[in-house]
Nanobody, 126 residues
Framework: QVQLVESGGGLVQAGVSLRLSCAAS????????MGWFRQAPGKEREFVAG????????YYVHSVKGRFTISRDDAKNTVYLQMDTLKPEDTAVYYC???????????????????WGQGTQVTVSS
């Protein structure tokens, strides 16, 4: 079992930055690829960004590429999502998730992730 707890969400104005954190406990964190997903009101949950278990590979959905950065600190069992130049369309509940994939592979579908956090709300006003 892996327990995930997100933090760092909030209400911000467009153009500013936020950093989300996801603290993991349980199994060996470095064995897991980590992902961030989001779900906007009335929409399905979508993949946002992922990082491989090795930390050597990252992947972003097109809409956030160049604005969001995913990183991990295995010493702290934490994955981060730095979100810059936020837009109103980034408003959503953000979830982190863990998938046991090794090396450079980054899963990008919900079904590939076994463990999920409870989510943190990000609201961007115009």
């Amino acid at each position: 079992q892996v327990q995930l707890v997100e933090s760092g969400g909030g209400l911000v104005q467009a153009g500013v930055s936020l950093r989300l954190s996801c603290a993991a406990s349980g199994r060996t964190f470095s064995n897991y690829a980590m992902g961030w997903f989001r779900q906007a009101p009335g929409k399905e949950r979508e993949f946002v960004a992922g990082i491989s278990s090795s930390g050597g590979n990252t992947y972003y959905v097109h809409s956030v590429k160049g604005r969001f950065t995913i990183s991990r600190d295995d010493a702290k069992n934490t994955v981060y999502l730095q979100m810059d130049t936020l837009k109103p369309e980034d408003t959503a509940v953000y979830y982190c998730a863990a998938a046991i994939y090794f090396s450079l592979y980054i899963p990008s579908t919900e079904a590939q992730y076994a463990y999920w956090g409870q989510g943190t709300q990000v609201t961007v006003s115009s």
